[in-house]
């Protein structure tokens, strides 16, 4: 629409403007797009590339004085909003051995997934959880929770991880709230593994009322997630878009984790590649095996363990292994479900 | 935390932003607030100012060219985004006389209520409904809809109503897909009413399969809404903070009409001076009936009937009436319950 | 399996049944049949025949002193176990002028169909509401709940309904309390028509807390509904099967109004001649208006305005019409549906 | 009430019960009890009683000829109906090495949990797995399934297992169906352990559609229940009604393996003198570890491993441990939940 011919209609615009008020004709197409224009672009860090800031980091705050000691991964299109999709935040962070990250809660869901080292802990609600590469854990919303590294069988080394939090979200419909805890680091309560043994063996202890909307399981641990996909391996053809590809599941509902992020651990066997793919949900991916490339929208990233990337909204993806290759990966999914807005496309080539 | 003590930090950010890093504990406050900061404002737009410039652009563009002949309301604080609250929308739409808005679908969900004439139409998904005054109509997520002014029983004249969308949520998600149907006016397939025989009087046909999270009423009538209203007012006492507040039902789900909105209808009986309410889910009101103020945050609103005024997320807010007065109102309540992040507090003054 | 050639079976079963084992091989057959086999049969009660005793029960003992005045309908091939299917129960129930039936309440769930004479009331959980023929009115599980007959209008009369509760399921189940109440009529609480207001229309109350697995709204008027499918009638063409047959919505989730029991009114229109349908619930059919044949299982009953006929599990049911008929009916479905055991077919003649 | 003062009265009965009616008031304390009145008694199998019959119906008939070689487990106070409560069957079965079971399906939903020996197994829907002793198996509604026993690591030997249906409920609710298969056994398609692997890991393959009622995995190995319970004795406190009980669920949902049948597993830990504890559904255990006592409405039953006894509806139950012992149980709980219908009582001894 060439507004340009129309000089009325600008004094218009300009007059109800005062009125808070503008006209929805000029801008239509673009309010209510053919389809969706994300201004999120793929991107990829090399964990080659991000580890020596990571320790420089280490030297220049502590973790108690940095509350959390971590590097935001910020979108290129989206610089200064800490976000890595416009829905999802990424950071990831560092604790050395000795350190403490104190204890908070807030209405932010949180997913840790652990990239470099051991021998740091997670406690959530009284329960700590030890952190072992490639483990999956989680700090629901309004759950008190610290962090630390006491180290494990005589070894203590740093142990960097993978933050996924819904902030973004939470701030678009601005429901965000926090507390910090009286005590830096709370009180064990329960033995670890207390909530597995409850409920991560799919069964249920009869008297028990547990009404959030996030799994009672915290800690998804790597070395069982990884079992399932090598027997699937063996077992089954790889699906042509995703290789072997599960979806971590709330065990007292089946659905999603937590309300507001999905979260995946996917095989693609060693020579594999994908068709494309494509889907509404944005999506952060972490390499915990192998290297490969991943086609997004037209770009091509090679990836390797530990390195971290981007694919946004409804960006065609295609995923090529070199290696038995394992990602984990964390999407805004359960929202577009709740939603009903949900789009994905399976392509063939 | 005072960056300016802090040269090597300095230092360290400019270059791990290099690499699209930041780190959090600069943002960590902001980013995880102690309570909600709105970049929201409350306003209030007097139909008395508005319905001029509604007039007016009624000579400026038809009905056609412009697709919607709209003038979308803007929060003051979020000028240029097409936005009333961070993840709604309003407009205020005009048919005239004969015309027609040309038939397209979305997956941005709608609303629309009637505020001023009649004679107007909207049809959705083969079936015309007559809007009245007070009507609260659905167009659903990806249903073909079309609207037009024939005049009903002799009258002919402009006709007025709220749009409300869930355009900035679909925009936030990247998750936006829109078409337009081949032929203006959709062919009307079923008789007008026929959704609410099927489906409006608490019961259901037996043989059909409903799929969609919308509901399958898609006209709630002023006549049955207010006669609801009317009944309680005679027969209970007010509820201390919202009168007689009534909650608009998918009567297959008991939930909200929409998956991303829900929808109220308020009776505050003359006198009434409201407690002070506050909630995350930011709302839109449209006066029906009656005079009063709205008391929003600090701040006084006086309205009259079709005045349209909107409460920012965690904004207190007091309602008081003069006359018998009926309010309208939308917000974006499913989506805080559906993450789980739904917080209200009924405060004693 | 011919046992009479296995004498040394015999002996085994003989020596076993003292242990309180039997073998499974001589009865898996009808244990496990190839499709059901019920011990119900088609039964149609006149009320020109019933009525005549019904009265005569007037004379023979008080409503008081009864607790309940009914007339139990025992399937012909289930006498003694006050059943009308294996899984239902019917009756019909007097209640002179000036008569109470007393409070109490019990887990059983029970429907009231209003069938003949108007001025009667029932009072649920401290709300009266006055029954009108037609009407369908819940008398939800363990909720206190008492009749009268005041009469209205000056008209004062005898009333007659159908009761129709789930108590075989109860008994079967080994689940039934009950408990009478300290005073013969409960106090009203609440005025007339306040449940219907609240959630009648489509709408509910934002403020409250209905936990409940039984609908809301406990009198779905008559009026209301034969509104609804003579609606349908103008509009729609009749389904071959069940002509235009709608369901009994809780419209706080959409399904059956309580768990255990499925409700129905449906209209055959003049001249209607159904297709044949079977399905596995069994359910029992009470006349409102019109004349017509109920052909079940190979048998023929006609039916006038306020017979009840019963129909089995399975048994193949067609429906004909002389005028415009109206048929309530009442069926085990919601249990079907839970336990995942609901099979239907849809013949074709 | 004293019928025999009545004279006029039961003459109206005799009347009415011509026309298949009787009178409520009559029976109105029994049809509707203060609280439930089971038939059925408490009673105990001593596998050591029962073993040997087993052993000789294997010499009485093959498996092919009796389809399902078991021996049916009756309630004493229910001979003749194959039930051990109202509502539920079981049984043992026994197959012999080389033996088959043919492949049949229908609907009612079965469990195996297996008692004696090793080297048989069960095919379900296409994919085979192997019983060990505390295996809880389930074979979902109308899926094929056969049973075989072709020995284990060399060895060969007859193998026992408890057969828990919903055979009574589908006879009451007459709804059920069965089919033959038309091969004895049926293809495998799948490779041991497939099912478990997509959904025992608290994982879910991304596209999959699972629309069953029923538990996608079939197969709860004892090792890893076993564990669960082995974690929880070691962390935390016994319940004092339960001990440590946990209930199966379906990862899917989180609701019962099956729709008609509730399982649980439980340890009592050596010492244990329970409380008293007593519910509407009805209960069979199975001992799998450990001698103890049940008292179960007044009398006493001590067990040992393999030994099996049924808990009726309301009945009080306490439980003793001698040693550490587990209990496999089943009940008809999710019909007393979907029905709204259970009650239960934690007594203070």
Redesign the interface.
């Known amino acids: 629409m060439e507004t340009q011919k129309h000089p009325?209609?600008e004094r218009?615009y300009s007059?109800?403007g005062a009125?808070?008020?503008?006209?929805?004709?000029e801008?239509?197409h673009t309010?209510?797009?053919?389809?969706?224009?994300?201004p999120?672009v793929p991107?990829l860090?090399r964990y080659q590339?991000?580890r020596p800031?990571l320790k420089?980091?280490g030297e220049?705050?502590s973790a108690e004085?940095?509350?959390?000691?971590?590097?935001?991964?910020?979108?290129?299109a989206l610089?200064g909003q800490?976000a890595i999709?416009?829905?999802l935040?990424a950071?990831l962070q560092l604790i050395l051995p000795g350190e403490i990250a104190p204890s908070h809660r807030?209405?932010?869901s949180a997913l840790r997934f652990i990239v470099d080292g051991k021998g740091a802990y997670t406690t959530v609600d009284g329960e700590r959880t030890t952190m072992h590469p490639g483990d999956f854990i989680i700090t629901p919303?309004w759950t008190w929770h610290d962090h630390g590294n006491e180290g494990i069988a005589g070894v203590s080394e740093p142990v960097v991880w993978l933050d996924g939090l819904?902030?973004p979200?939470?701030?678009?419909?601005?429901?965000?709230?926090?507390?910090n805890d009286s005590s830096h680091a709370q009180q064990v309560r329960?033995?670890e593994?207390?909530s597995f043994?409850?409920f991560?063996?799919?069964?249920?202890?009869?008297?028990h009322a547990h009404s959030s909307?996030?799994s009672p399981?915290f800690s998804?641990p790597y070395a069982?997630?990884r079992?399932?996909l090598d027997?699937?391996q063996?077992?089954?053809a790889a699906?042509a878009w995703?290789g072997?590809?599960?979806?971590?599941?709330?065990?007292?509902?089946?659905g999603y984790p937590m309300?507001?992020i999905a979260t995946?651990?996917q095989l693609l066997p060693k020579g594999f590649r994908g068709k494309t793919h494509r889907a509404?949900d944005?999506a952060v991916y972490c390499v915990v095996e192998g290297r490969g490339t991943a086609h997004i929208g037209g770009q091509q990233f090679t990836f390797e363990p530990q390195d971290i990337f981007v694919v946004?909204?409804?960006a065609p993806l295609r995923l090529d292994a070199d290696d038995d290759a394992v990602l984990f990966s964390y999407s805004?999914r359960p929202?577009?479900d709740?939603?009903?807005?949900?789009?994905e496309a399976f392509l063939e080539d």
Chains 1, 2, 3, 4 share one sequence.
């Not at 979200?169 to 507390?179: I, N, Y």
């Not at 991560?200 to 008297?207: C, E, H, I, L, Q």
């Open positions: 009325e209609r218009f007059r109800i009125l808070n008020m503008t006209p929805l004709w801008s239509l309010l209510v797009p053919r389809e969706p224009e994300t999120c991107a860090w590339d991000v800031w420089q980091s220049l705050i004085e940095a509350v959390r000691r971590v590097l935001v991964l910020e979108n290129p610089r800490s999709t416009q829905s935040y950071g807030h209405v932010q919303s819904d902030i979200m939470l701030r678009f419909f601005d429901a965000g709230f926090a507390e329960r033995p593994g207390n043994a409850r991560g063996y799919n069964m249920a202890p009869v008297r909307a996030t399981i998804y069982r997630s079992e399932a027997t699937l063996r077992q089954e699906d995703h072997f590809k599960m979806r971590y599941i709330n065990p007292l509902t089946g309300p507001t995946y651990l509404t944005g946004p909204s409804w805004d929202v577009h709740a939603l009903g807005i949900l789009r």
